[in-house]
């Protein structure tokens, strides 16, 4: 099994910015897709962003989209660029593999990473 590890988090004013890595154990396949969730505090976790290793397809939540930005820095790196955030943001966010090009709910993704801390204060 894959092993996916997050880094980046941290704290952030309202506006500012932070962009996290997604590092996996090995190369990431054109049939893989790599996805991103968050867990804000007292909820569960939600689907932020995802792309697909074959063509680059990407696809955002309406509450990310246009200040989030999900990227392939390398055969086995992930980014995810974070813009004008607010604490609304502030969450646990995960790394996350699977195979379901554009899925957006937990069941298409096996593989998880442990998460990193994102705090967005206001």
């Known amino acids: 099994q894959v092993q996916l590890v997050e880094s980046g988090g941290g704290l952030v004013q309202t506006g500012g910015s932070l962009r996290l890595s997604c590092t996996a154990s090995?190369?990431?396949?054109?049939?893989?897709?790599i996805g991103w969730f968050r867990r804000p505090p007292g909820k569960g976790r939600e689907f932020v962003a995802t792309i697909a290793w074959r063509d680059g397809y990407t696809r955002y939540a309406d509450s990310v989209k246009g200040r989030f930005t999900i990227s392939r820095d390398s055969t086995n790196t992930v980014l995810l660029e974070m813009n004008k955030l607010n604490p609304e943001d502030t969450a646990v966010y995960y790394c996350?593999?699977?195979?379901?090009?554009?899925?957006?709910?937990?069941?298409?993704?096996?593989?998880w990473g442990k998460g990193t801390q994102v705090t967005v204060s206001s």
């Open positions: 090995r190369r990431i396949f054109s049939s893989n897709v």
């Open positions: 996350t593999a699977g195979s379901t090009r554009g899925a957006t709910e937990e069941m298409w993704y096996p593989s």
